[in-house]
């Protein structure tokens, strides 16, 4: 095991590697317990490292059979070798060959990171730091070689045998049952993008044309019987291709691309070069199985991994610091591409409500860390919401910035540049100050402050001269490690609503606002519009152009006129948010909610509205969750209270507007066979919105409606939807429901993980219980990442008032499964503890629990160093 309290690391100590590797030549002998590795590496003195420095190899938890220098066995008296590193103090040469052979254990690897063995299969996951686990290795993502990989296994256990880049060999082993398959990938990489896959699979074959002519062979490989749902995930990769060739001019670069669906992986999916691990719910689908959720979460996934092709393969990381150079880069890559496939509008909200919900709460909290963080102990902690999704809207911003010709030679000349090197966060954003001339060092700090900025912005209309001035302030809030912040470049797209409901013309003095864009980099600013005949109502930060928190001085009135007539889609759906946020938040520290009436007019405006399109309408009228609202109240919050408020204006609009959502779903009705297309998808999300506000009171005919459409829904989006419905409700008809659904799909993986993620998000008391019970049940294991995720994740993620009992019970039982789970799987672990990170936000009995249980964790000895950071970050 790993050294339990790592020392930490420091972005301003890098330096670069002493040793390089040329060329890796790769043997396995699989073996479900004993598998032997031999690894040739072919080493060199780095001239940029130190000079005369010894040869440092990482490990994890590994037995060295043989070690030999160009040939010559090494005896042991000539090098130090533990389960964690191997060090040569004198090597014979600047340059040599040097031969490792390890033994590790597949099955036995619970971790799921390195060799491991799952359902059967060998599967490899080597980011960031499993690749030492397979064999002693300079593990870094700064050293880059290329990979020959020979696989051998016996051919009735493993007769599939994947690797990366191209199969240039493959055949019998004489004389035995084993057979073999050489992989050479031609492109260097760092060990990270590793992989290795052998088992019993079945394949599913395509072929892609790329723009210059040449055919890629494509493969998606599953469990056998379940070929027919990994149609879409084809298709998903066929359309991401084309689209990077005409978006970014990117091309495929080998013969071949393989996809292998995996069912315990403690991640999404893995880009590693030519042969992606994914988890098989990124993959396999059907209308049965899949809600449209799932049909949208595989596009968005395979076209993630496949971009990572170029940012994040062909140009890596110099080192773990930089991780927001290809997964922020990715992320904003792979939301680009969905909105092209589907509603740009309704992507963007989607993609904020995720950005706020999950990165505004961690910049909030005490794991708040910059876009680069400066420092880390434990790197597997750093895969979070604000490297991925933070990161994503500063490359956005850039976008904005730059307008899109700007921003497409940046771009190109960042993969001109930089093809085939690990570059750093300076490379990539000189890349774009280089093409277009302007100078990005204060944008920069983007990537180097942590917290959520406040913008305060309010205006004034002058009717004699025709102007309106808009006062911005700007302030970003201390976080650990960072108490004082310099002003941000905010790019601020904006619009100017007159009375008519339409732009007026936006102007700086005689200067048109170029894209609608004003730049905000003062504490202090002001902005003179002029030419105006009336008082405009300002439409601020359009599309979510920054990622700031906007307080404004816009009143109820402003946003209902906005909710109404604003020419942009985010800032209509954003009016109607903040005016139900204002309620919800009064709501929950009173006890009692305001009078709706200014939201009850918008929401039947949006409803009635035939110019907006399903999928807007349901984001539109969907309210802001508990956690926007307790993340609004910042603190002494008090989840039932919240709780109460949400279900007291969620009452209130479903009996209000019963006939305008009885309308739409009588008009959502399916009229043919489902479609996964985005405009089926937003009249069924439309509908089922509707069916929630037509239950949520619990009425007869509610329940009944919600049962019907269990009962005879042909498709999972409507089946799982009616029974979210019924599980929030204590009916006789819930459990029947439950079980029905349960008998029904008991065989499938991943539809059970949607059974038990439902039971463990129902708002109440008896819900730990249940939670409890559900871990007895045959089909969880804490051995299957998703199954874990799907339960105890859900509850304490997703379940605010059970989790945060007042009794403190929900925060005690979290951290006992954290502690179980802990030496088994480490990184499941502490992204379990991460539910903890707003326990500060909670009044101060629940926050004494939550701390409680905390400190208990950490007092824990034998922690691993995933765990201990958590634990000690959340304390702090």
């Keep these: 095991m790993r050294d339990a309290e790592p020392k930490a690391i420091h972005l301003a100590d890098y330096r670069p590697p002493d040793w390089l590797v040329e060329k890796v030549d790769l043997d396995f002998a699989l073996h479900p317990s004993q598998t032997r590795v031999t690894a040739r590496l072919a080493l060199r003195r780095n001239p940029k490292g130190a000079a005369g420095a010894p040869v440092v190899l990482e490990g994890d938890d590994l037995t060295l059979v043989r070690l030999a220098i160009d040939g010559t066995p090494l005896a042991g008296s000539s090098f130090e070798a533990t389960g964690n590193r191997l060090t040569l103090a004198h090597p014979p040469a600047d340059a040599f060959l040097l031969e490792i052979e390890t033994l590790v254990d597949p099955t036995a690897n619970t971790q799921l990171m390195g060799l491991y063995r799952t359902s059967g299969n060998y599967c490899t996951q080597c980011e960031p730091e499993g690749f030492r686990r397979i064999t002693y290795y300079p593990d870094r993502p700064d050293v880059l070689s290329v990979f020959t990989t020979r696989i051998e296994a016996d051919k009735q256990e493993a007769p599939i045998l994947l690797g990366n880049g191209n199969l240039v060999e493959s055949g019998q082993v004489p004389g035995t049952s084993r057979h073999y398959a050489v992989w050479h990938d031609p492109w260097p990489k760092p060990s990270y993008l590793f992989a290795l896959v052998g088992g019993r699979l079945a394949k599913v074959a395509d072929s892609f044309v790329t723009a210059s002519g040449r055919k890629v062979e494509l493969g998606i490989y599953v469990e056998e019987g379940k070929e027919a749902r990994a149609g879409y995930a084809m298709d998903s990769l066929k359309r991401s291709m084309r689209w990077d060739e005409e978006a970014f001019g990117r091309e495929y670069d080998l013969d071949v691309f393989n996809i292998v669906a995996v069912s315990d992986f403690n991640m999404g999916a893995m880009e590693n070069k030519g042969l992606n691990v994914f988890n098989d719910k990124y993959v396999l689908a059907s209308p049965e199985t899949a809600t449209d959720a799932d049909y949208s979460g595989i596009e968005g996934v395979i076209a993630h991994e496949y971009f990572h092709n170029w940012t994040g393969n062909r140009i890596t990381c110099r080192d773990w610091f930089q991780l927001c150079l290809k997964e922020g880069l990715t992320v904003f890559r792979d939301q680009e591409f969905s909105s092209d496939q589907r509603s740009r509008p309704v992507k963007r909200i989607a993609d904020v ?524």
Excluded at 703 to 713: L, T
Excluded at 732 to 757: C, G, H, M, N, S
């Design 353 to 876: 409500r995720m950005l706020k919900a999950a990165q505004f709460t961690e910049d909030a909290g005490p794991l708040a860390h910059p876009v680069r963080p400066e420092t880390y102990r434990e790197i597997n902690n750093f895969y979070t919401a604000t490297v991925y999704e933070k990161g994503a809207e500063v490359v956005r911003m850039l976008k904005t910035l730059l307008g899109e010709e700007g921003f497409r030679k940046g771009m190109d000349l960042y993969f001109e540049r930089h093809d085939g090197e690990a570059a750093t966060i300076e490379d990539f954003v000189s890349s774009f100050a280089d093409a277009t001339g302007r100078d990005l060092s204060q944008f920069s700090l983007w990537y180097a402050q942590s917290g959520t900025p406040v913008l305060n912005v309010s205006g004034t209309y002058d009717e004699a001269a025709g102007t309106y001035r808009l006062d911005i302030s700007q302030s970003v809030p201390p976080t650990p490690g960072q108490p004082e912040k310099k002003p941000m470049v905010i790019p601020l797209a904006l619009g100017l609503v007159g009375p008519d409901g339409r732009d007026q013309p936006l102007m700086l003095g005689n200067t048109p606002v170029e894209r609608g864009v004003v730049e905000v980099k003062e504490a202090t600013q002001s902005f003179l519009f002029t030419g105006l005949d009336a008082r405009p109502v300002p439409s601020l930060n359009r599309g979510f152009s920054a990622p700031v928190n906007l307080v404004s001085d816009l009143t109820e009135a402003d946003r209902v006129f906005l909710a109404a007539h604003d020419a942009d889609p985010f800032n209509r759906f954003d009016a109607l948010q903040r005016i139900a946020l204002e309620l919800l938040k009064t709501g929950a520290r009173t006890g009692t909610l305001p009078a709706p009436d200014a939201l009850v007019t918008a929401a039947r405006a949006i409803l009635a509205d035939p110019a907006l399109d399903a999928a807007f309408k349901a984001q539109a009228l969907a309210l802001p969750g508990e956690g926007e609202v307790a993340r609004e109240l910042a603190r002494e919050v008090d989840p039932d209270a919240v709780f109460a408020a949400r279900k007291a204006l969620r009452v209130t609009l479903g009996t209000t507007l019963a006939e305008g959502f009885t309308a739409a779903y009588a008009a959502g009705a399916a009229s043919g066979a489902f479609s996964p297309d985005a405009a089926s998808a937003g009249r069924r999300a439309l509908r089922n919105l509707a069916l929630d506000y037509l239950a949520v009171t619990g009425s007869a005919d509610g329940i009944a409606r919600a049962k019907a459409q269990f009962e005879a829904a042909d498709n999972m989006t409507d089946r799982i939807t009616a029974l979210a419905v019924l599980a929030q409700h204590d009916v006789p008809e819930r459990e029947a429901a439950l079980d029905a659904f349960y008998r029904r799909f008991e065989r499938d993986a991943l539809v059970i993980d949607k059974w038990f993620t439902l039971q463990a998000q129902i708002a109440s008391p008896t819900t730990l219980d249940r939670v409890k019970d559900l871990m007895l049940h045959p089909a969880f294991s804490l051995a299957n990442p998703n199954r874990v995720r799907a339960l105890v994740g859900a509850f304490a993620a997703a379940n605010p008032t059970q989790f945060n009992r007042a009794d403190g019970e929900g925060h005690a039982f979290v951290a006992e499964v954290v502690l179980t789970l802990d030496s088994k799987n480490p990184q499941v672990a502490a992204r379990l503890l991460a539910s903890f990170k707003t326990f500060r936000q909670l009044e101060p009995a629940r926050r004494g629990h939550a701390e409680q249980a905390l400190r208990r964790i950490a007092e824990t000895p034998g922690l691993s160093p995933d765990v201990a950071d958590i634990a000690t970050r959340s304390l702090a």
